[in-house]
């Protein structure tokens, strides 16, 4: 079994594309368009779950981003729990840092402090999940 995907310069295979997400993250979501970037995303969340493609995280991901970006954060935070939840996501750890970040400016101290105990832990971001914590008064 082989799928395309619609690429912005026509049809190419899974292994040249990222798919609809892709497309939807350089059109929208890099152009801080973010309110434009939610439809579309969504429609790839939907295309996704009826082709299962290794590239679910990554729409999931810029999803997320788009709604915290909006101050839409309890969507942000489903969407960024979704993927940290994934074992095999490159995002995994990305996800983790945008729900500390998503948690504190909802003003949720315990599930930011809890996000940020498990970020300290990475070392990318773990000058940063210090801060959080002593901010947070942990």
Known sequence: L?????AEDGIR???ESRGLGDVY?????KGNRFEQAVAP???AVSLAQEVKTDYDDDVLYYLGLS??????YTDAETQLKAVY???ESTFKVHALYYLVRVTMDAGKKSEALAYANLLKGFSQYATFAREAI???GE
Do not use: E, I, W
């Open 134 to 136: 002593k901010t947070l």
């Open 2 to 6: 082989f799928f395309l995907f619609q």
């Open 13 to 15: 295979g899974a292994q």
């Open 85 to 87: 939840a994934m074992k």
């Open 67 to 72: 709604y915290y970006q909006l101050k839409r």
């Open 41 to 43: 995303f969504l429609k």
């Open 25 to 29: 993250k350089r059109q929208h979501y």
